[in-house]
């Protein structure tokens, strides 16, 4: 009963009223006639993005963990690389990597007959490749800076009462170091997922058919603008709703600190 008192407060049923409004209208005055033609597209483009997402941000969180490690810990000739990649990632924009990689690279393997004539070649010909290259080295420099203050974060007498009772180091790490560090970065790992998914968008402009490519084509083939970009809209809007919702109930069964 208090929930649904809670909803039945006057700004929240005009709110309401404005949002199912603003539904019948989009669903009675705008055209979505095309929808049966470009489904299945659309649904293949879904997939591709979900795909992408998840693969680049596992790949560039497990190589953020190494990235952070060495700049909070590591020697010198460790710390330095990893900081610099770090910069040069967060300083340059992520169409730049996308084109440099697809452009340069992709310009580059053709001219080296070892490569034209490896097991690697076909999938070298694609643009997925380099697409899932730049993005998990996007998410990999923002995460590694995450992961630094992170693992700078853990109280250093824990480390030092793990030594002291002979822990071996890969043991401390994985049961004391990093559970901690990703404890504290959890909420900033969320963010940067959701700001992932709204860059997989920039991956149309080398050829690959996500979910933003199929808009685009539909508007290029019906000149109907408004209606693809909305329901575009809404796809990202669930995509980010359901990861905001899967992170908060990651960060509520992690224990917080001092309980």
């Given amino acids: 009963m208090t929930a649904l008192r809670a909803w039945l407060l006057p700004h929240r049923i005009v709110m309401i009223g404005l949002f199912a409004a603003l539904v019948l209208w989009c669903a009675f005055a705008l055209r979505w006639d095309w929808i049966p033609k470009y489904a299945p597209l659309a649904l293949e483009g879904i997939w591709r993005t979900i795909w992408l997402l998840v693969v680049t941000t596992v790949l560039g969180f497990l190589l953020a963990i190494p990235l952070g490690l060495a700049q909070a810990v590591g020697p010198w000739y460790l710390a330095t690389p990893a900081r610099v990649f770090c910069t040069v990632i967060r300083g340059t924009p992520l169409l730049l990597q996308i084109w440099l990689l697809y452009y340069g690279l992709g310009s580059l393997f053709p001219q080296y007959p070892w490569i034209r004539e490896s097991e690697l070649w076909p999938y070298l ?31 250093r007498g824990q480390i030092e009462a793990a030594q002291a009772f002979g822990m071996p180091r890969f043991t401390m790490f994985r049961r004391i170091w990093l559970p901690q560090a990703i404890q504290t970065a959890l909420p900033t790992l ?52 359901l990861l905001a919702l899967g992170f908060r109930k990651l960060e509520a069964r992690v224990p917080v600190k001092g309980h």
Avoid: H, N
Avoid at 133 to 150: C, D, I, K, P, Q
Avoid at 231 to 238: F, G, I, M, Q
């Fill in 190 to 241: 969320g963010g940067e997922t959701v700001l992932q998914l709204k860059a997989t968008p920039l991956v149309a402009t080398i050829a690959i058919v996500e979910i933003y490519a199929v808009a685009s084509r539909v508007r290029q083939d019906t000149f109907i603008v408004y209606e693809p970009l909305l329901l575009l809209a809404v796809v990202y809007l669930v995509i980010a709703g």
């Fill in 125 to 155: 010909r694609q643009a997925w490749p380099y697409a899932v290259l730049a993005l998990t080295l996007s998410y990999a420099g923002y995460e590694g800076e995450v992961m630094r203050g992170a693992f700078a974060s853990v109280a």
